[in-house]
């Protein structure tokens, strides 16, 4: 049994270095780009061996970034809808599935990529029938970590700070999930794009949400209203 585990763990270390077995797809854990751009490297380079900075250290990091709330801001992370592929599906997807259950069966090997290449190719064989349902201008990671840098705004999930989407974004949530799933049986991965300060409450959100037919995301809008009811109630004690 203990050789059993030592061989297991040698499987998980070497399949670990192979980046083609852990290249990352959408995740629905939590995903935050870093509030400070180049923080923490500046901050390991400044710590003494214990990880603890001195106080004149902590002073030298500032952050540099422009103090902007994500409204003002949103328009700057609109890109073009990439051109899909939409030529002979069938053959595409057969590719595909050849690809994973060979991997799958024959070598052992994870095939995530594959998995999540047959989903987006699945959903566009339904593009055609409901393009008119996504109609939001659409953005991706690239966008997204560049408005981070520049600005102090950071991406997170929606679940960690659903407080702060007034009920204007539920709605158009409520209507992009329902497109959705005419695509798709699984949930989009929903993300924030919050400012660094100022209320818990009020973090002027960006709503985003994955697209069902690639690797980008739907802007559903921006906002810089409070939660109407739940704030009086809750937060203000009305």
């Known amino acids: 049994m203990v050789q059993g585990i030592k061989k297991l763990i040698k499987k998980m270390r070497i399949d670990k270095k192979n980046q083609y077995l852990f290249r990352s797809g959408w995740s629905s854990q939590s995903e ?10 500046a901050y390991w380079s400044a710590a003494n061996s214990d990880g603890a900075m001195n106080e004149m250290d902590k002073k030298d990091l500032k952050d540099e970034r422009e103090d902007k709330k994500p409204i003002d801001v ?4 609109f890109s073009e809808e990439p051109k899909m592929d939409l030529y002979d599906l069938k053959q595409q997807i057969k590719i595909v599935k050849r690809r994973r259950d060979f991997l799958k069966y024959e070598l052992e090997q994870q095939y995530t990529d594959e998995e999540e290449a047959l989903r987006f190719l699945e959903a566009r064989s339904r593009y055609v029938k409901y393009k008119d349902l996504f109609r939001w ?28 989407a007034p009920m204007e974004a539920i709605d158009e ?13 699984d949930k989009p991965v ?6 660094d300060g100022g209320k818990e409450t009020r973090k002027d959100p960006i709503l985003l949400t994955t697209s069902p037919f ?25």
């Open 32 to 41: 935050e780009v870093p509030n400070v751009s180049g923080a923490t490297s």
């Open 137 to 164: 201008q659409v953005t991706n990671q690239a966008k997204i970590d560049q408005l981070c840098k520049k600005y102090k705004v950071r991406m997170v999930d929606f679940a960690g700070y659903y407080k702060t």
């Open 173 to 185: 949530l409520e209507k992009f999930i329902k497109a959705y799933e005419k695509i798709r049986k």
């Open 214 to 238: 690639g690797k980008w995301y739907y802007v559903l809008g921006a906002w810089d209203k409070e939660v109407e009811i739940i704030d009086d109630l809750i937060y203000k004690g009305k």
């Open 74 to 77: 949103y328009k700057e992370i």
């Open 190 to 195: 929903i993300k924030l794009i919050i400012d």
